[in-house]
């Protein structure tokens, strides 16, 4: 469920929302992100992401978001509002942890890399490891 | 960077993590990016819960700083006296636009800022506390 990311304007580099509603996958996604040079911005539901899609001034070039959120939208109700509003903007639909872990992946691979970024599969098990001992609280 | 550098087992940025709690995302997002600049490590919460979530994995916290008004089950003060229970080791600072100082002053607190507040004296006082 990709987008193609290409659309983003050549020069500056995009800066990328993530739209997640599990804050421990948030910020472990948006701090992989970071590491591998791009600027992120966060969000923890679609009614977020549209007050900082509005805003004029973030350069966002990539919207990186989960499916299955609580609020007025999910993810693809998020998708539709880009497409209308924001037609220039990439969108990366990430429905499972395996998925976003691996989009993050691809976006490093493709976009600034100040550092060499971690691998994909490390992401997703230190998401798994964290989210783990939630349940066990 | 600390919360990859910390998930991945080397040493955190010692000391300069800040978890910032706040709901309105634009305030959130200018505060955080200052802070940022500063050189600080900064997570974000949009909740009380969120916040505590964060907490309870386990991530390393220096210092939390929180807004008092959030929706969900805890406001910024009872995150606050959920933090000296339950994390006695990280600082928490307060910052509202509602809150009355002599409100502020029953709690224990280590700082508090009534909001609107310049960021320079807010940046003065977290450097003082994480050196």
Redesign the interface.
Known sequence: MTADTSTVAPGKPPSVLVVEDE??VR??IA??L??CGYRV????NAD?AV??LK?PD?GIGVVFTDVDMPGSMDGFGLARWVRRHRPGLAVVLAGTLARAAEAAGELCQEGPAMAKP?EPQ?VAD?IRR??A??DL? | ????AA??GRDPAPGRTVLLVEDE??VR?ALADELRDMGLAV?????AD?AL??L????PIDLVLTDVHMPGSLDGLGLAARLRADHPGVKVVVASGHLPADVAARHDLDGFFEKPFAFATLARQLRDMLG
């Open positions: 804050v421990l910020l472990v701090e992989y970071r590491l911005l966060e969000a923890a977020e007050l900082v805003h973030f971690y490390a230190r964290l989210l001992t939630q609280s | 960077m600390s919360i990859e998930a991945l995302v634009l997002i997570l974000e919460a949009s909740t969120e979530r964060i309870q994995a386990a991530v």
